[in-house]
């Protein structure tokens, strides 16, 4: 297998680019590694920064020379258009143009967004393309709801797109056997719930293509009853949102060393894959950390190397 | 002031009548109550028990015999219209006719439901009532949030009075003036959110009659930046559920004695009022323990002495 080459914008996150270099330095740590990772950003910024953090100009690292950035206040349309020497842009172009199979990103998201929709595009069949997020289990696993916010508004037949696209990422990336994909929902039968979940349903429950075990109410995200769980993105960002909170409760009752709410840190998560689109995409939060960073370039590789899109091609062929 | 008369269902909950009944002395516990509690249900099965917690007959307890018993899993139209003896039925024949002020149970949900709104009946304006749930704020306050459940599929006038009902609740029974109004939702712009939430904004902003401060996202449910939150009953049962479960992960990780997170203990909050219906009525868990029976007589207590139902009559003549 060829080496995965992986691309970072190194000018993106509130911190950047030093956590992005600190998180790539912690990510190299692993000497099994095989990667070739494409630093994009300004080589003036970066690359002291690279030989201060001990980073080698090895056959694991490119630099890519990006002499612009676009900011968080930024029109994102606006500024992927007038910004083409942006770290974004540039990572847009060498994912698209088949340079790097990955494209990691903490910058503007909705430039990311932009760039995934209209210069990397949606493989064919799928209607709308969607943003998991990881969910940690009280046993210790870890289960993936979707969509937590790209489509506030949803019709059965997205949701029914999402249990495909979430089951093949569990199956694909986070390595569960034909995972158990349950609807959010207000109660356990089959009729509960809103207009949506009630159209939902049945179409779910025909889907050959997944494992489908039923609803799964609030109380039960947090046990291992699904591995995939799909809603509509309104309630899922309120879901996400809460969950993110969790953690932050935690911290403020002085209880974050917990082991089991420690996993609501975002940092475990690096950052959330575009699912749906041809070539892997990952969006980190703006404050990303470098155990964010590093956790950001190993779902990327790991989305690369599994050739999750090639198998979402397939799934929607 | 005349004396507040409340109803309570001895036979409804798991563990009836033992619960119900120690719940109750928890309650008498406090001298300056003056409330008159009718204690309806077998007068066999709850005497012995009443007298062996030392409950004495004084001017402060009524015993109203309720030969039958409507079980969890009976239809509740059908169980409300046969069994008339029933410690539910009698209940709400007690407070349609005026013998008692506010009637409690934690029995059969949907014959409570039933019973609430064909023989109590919705305040005259109100499109649906609502159940609400509270929310234990970081610095020790709490909010509400509703709908919680009842409502699945709504619309933006169903939200706008909502945030009525909730306002009046906040300011009635939990002593909360001018109460601060939100919009859960998934931004804080004003242009964010699905089609509902997109809709709902501007009739929040231009009602008078509330507080309205905006959007509220998921992570701020439990800071105090509203103290009611308006959102669908779907959205609402999923959330509601969701921070059940807080209390549940809690215990688990042997947590659950922080005193913030102990405040997720569905025991502190006894049951949930029906919002918009002309008289208090409460539904409690059917788990409830004597703490959680104690605080819902505390609940029909507080709304029937601050005359919650005739301010809201008062809210949408």
């Known amino acids: 297998m060829p080496k995965v080459r992986i691309g970072i914008d190194m000018m993106g996150g509130d911190y950047a680019p030093s956590e992005a270099v600190k998180g790539l330095a912690l990510y190299l740590n692993d000497d099994t590694i095989e990667t070739l990772i494409y630093c ?3 080589e003036t910024e970066m690359v002291p920064l690279l ?3 001990g980073i080698q100009y090895d056959e694991r690292i490119e630099i890519v020379h990006a002499p612009e950035i676009i900011g968080y ?6 500024a992927l258009r007038e910004k083409q020497k942006s770290s974004i842009a540039i990572g847009f172009h060498l994912l698209s143009t088949g340079k790097i199979d990955a494209f990691v990103s903490a910058g503007n998201t909705g430039a990311m ?4 929709m209209y210069s990397i595009k949606t493989v064919d069949g799928v209607l709308r ?3 998991p997020t990881l969910v940690p289990k009280l046993n210790g696993n870890t289960g993936l709801l979707l969509d937590v916010g790209m489509n506030a508004d949803c019709k059965p037949e997205h949701l029914n797109q999402f249990a495909i696209l979430g089951s093949q990422y569990a199956e694909s990336v986070l390595d569960i056997e034909n995972p158990r994909v349950g609807l959010l929902n207000v109660g356990e039968e089959a009729e509960k719930g809103n207009l949506l979940c009630q159209a939902t349903y049945p179409l779910l429950k025909e889907n050959k293509q997944i494992n489908f075990i039923g609803n799964i109410e609030g109380r039960d995200l947090f046990k291992d009853k699904a591995d995939v769980v799909v809603c ?3 309630t899922g960002n309120i879901v996400l949102k809460m969950a993110e909170s969790i953690y932050e409760i935690a911290a403020h009752r002085h209880l974050e060393d917990d082991e089991y709410l420690h996993r609501f840190h975002y940092e475990n998560y690096g950052g959330t894959p575009i699912l749906g689109i041809a070539k892997p995409v990952i969006i980190g939060h703006g404050i990303s950390n470098d155990k964010a960073f590093k956790n950001m370039l190993i779902q990327a590789m790991q989305m690369a190397e599994s050739d999750f899109c090639g198998k979402v091609k397939t799934d929607f062929a």
């Not at 967004?113 to 995934?116: Q, S």
């Open 40 to 42: 994009i950003g300004s």
């Open 51 to 53: 030989q201060s953090h």
């Open 73 to 78: 206040n930024e029109h994102p349309t606006k």
């Open 113 to 116: 967004l932009v760039g995934a």
């Open 129 to 131: 393309p969607t943003i």
């Open 232 to 234: 509509d993105g309104f």
